[in-house]
């Protein structure tokens, strides 16, 4: 509701693990130098170790940007897989196809991927984010890929990214082949200004946020320093001061909406004098309402597309399939890792339009559900990755 208020482009302080929001502090470029040392010394392990929340799958989306073509990236947001589920997940990942069936046919395809990646002077990275919810056995099977040799040099670097500490300690097997491991820190006081108006200047804004310096310590004091809870309180502030209209973010709006994100009642709040009511919004006619939860039927339509930034394109689309996915032989191409080559499909028909899952690993979502097939209606929010699609009627 702020973003009229502020007039931004997109929402400054949102969970969006994409490098474009990427804000350089110590911790960050402190990790960051750690792994990319030990990437370029071919280490078959390295561990990016940090809270929940503090920005370690955005510190790998910018490892991803900046990786040249003779890095073939793999990124595998950990699920639920046992052993085998992950070695196949793996195989899909760097579009390798195996022959045969079994395990063995599958570590054995990986095996000529790794070797063919050393003919043509290249080097295959590994990303399992969220590791740390993996079992010690499924993460000792995936370290020993790491072992595979081909004329002398090891092709394949392992980046393990998760929340390892006493409760969830790394494996032995893990820690015998590992030489770094990343420490991403929190934000320190000192740098919250920085990473906050570069943030809203990201955001879209020609001028800095007016915050309150005791606004910026109390939100520090209740994330920590963790970019995630940092951008909750100062979100959930930005909400308060658009409610209340104090084109601002004040110490009392700062505490406001602490109260709220604690669970405790905040102190009533107080209207401009010269703000006036808000408006009452006009009453839809009842013809309106329905095609807002409805299917579309017979209407022409269109597919609008948002990504991360904020940026959108529109499709006109006809009746007919289009499938979505990063292949470049899809109808439609989403660029990024958290897409599979092909990810979901359109169906569109006189009656309905529909989605539907073609089982990569990070499943479609409509108006936050997993879903495998689903009709959509104008208004319904499909999640592709960090991509948003919406249909509309022309």
């Not at 007039?7 to 990790?31: M, N, R």
């Not at 960051?32 to 010394?41: E, G, K, S």
């Not at 590992?178 to 879209?204: K, N, S």
Request: charged fraction near 20%; hydrophobic fraction near 45%.
């Amino acid at each position: 509701m702020y973003l009229q208020e502020f007039q931004l482009k997109a929402p400054p302080f949102a969970d969006i693990p994409d490098s474009v929001w990427y804000v350089p502090h110590s911790g960050a470029e402190s990790a960051f130098a750690a792994v990319c040392v030990a990437l370029q010394q071919s280490d078959p392990v390295v561990v990016l170790n940090g809270v929940h929340g503090v920005g370690k799958t955005q510190l790998l989306r910018r490892l991803a940007f900046e990786l040249d073509r003779t890095n073939i990236l793999n990124f595998i947001g950990f699920s639920s897989f046992d052993s085998d589920q992950v070695l196949v997940s793996i195989a899909q990942g760097f579009d390798i196809s195996v022959e045969g069936d079994g395990t063995a046919a599958v570590v054995a395809s990986i095996g000529h991927f790794l070797h063919d990646c050393v003919a043509q002077d290249q080097r295959a990275i590994l990303v399992i984010d969220d590791a740390h919810l993996a079992s010690d056995a499924v993460l000792e099977n995936i370290a020993l890929l790491s072992n595979h040799i081909s004329g002398g040099v090891r092709p394949l670097s392992i980046v393990l990214s998760g929340c390892f500490n006493q409760n969830r300690p790394l494996p032995a097997g893990i820690q015998a082949r590992m030489r770094f491991r990343a420490e991403l820190a929190p934000l320190v006081r000192d740098e919250c200004d920085m990473y906050i108006q570069t943030r809203w200047h990201i955001a879209g804004s020609n001028q800095a946020l007016d915050i309150d310096p005791d606004a910026i310590d109390a939100a520090h004091a209740f994330s920590e320093g963790v970019p995630r809870a940092l951008g909750w309180a100062l979100d959930s502030a930005l909400t308060v001061s658009a409610a209340q209209r104090e084109g601002r973010i004040s110490a009392k709006s700062m505490g406001r909406a602490l109260a709220i994100l604690r669970g405790e009642t905040p102190p009533a709040g107080k209207m401009p004098a010269d703000a006036g009511p808000f408006p009452t919004p006009p009453e839809m006619p009842s013809a309106q309402k329905d095609s807002v939860v409805t299917p579309i039927v017979g209407a022409p339509s269109r597919l609008v597309i948002t990504n991360a930034s904020g940026e959108s394109a529109e499709i006109d689309l006809a009746l007919g399939e289009y499938t979505i996915g990063r292949a470049p032989e899809c109808d439609i191409q989403l660029e990024s890792s958290h897409i599979s080559r092909q990810h979901a499909r359109l169906e569109v028909t006189r009656d309905t339009i529909s989605l539907v899952d073609l089982g990569g690993v990070n499943k479609a979502l409509v108006n936050g559900d997993v879903i495998d097939r689903q009709v959509v209606a104008v208004g319904d929010r499909i999640q592709l990755g960090e991509f948003v699609l919406q249909i509309e009627n022309v």
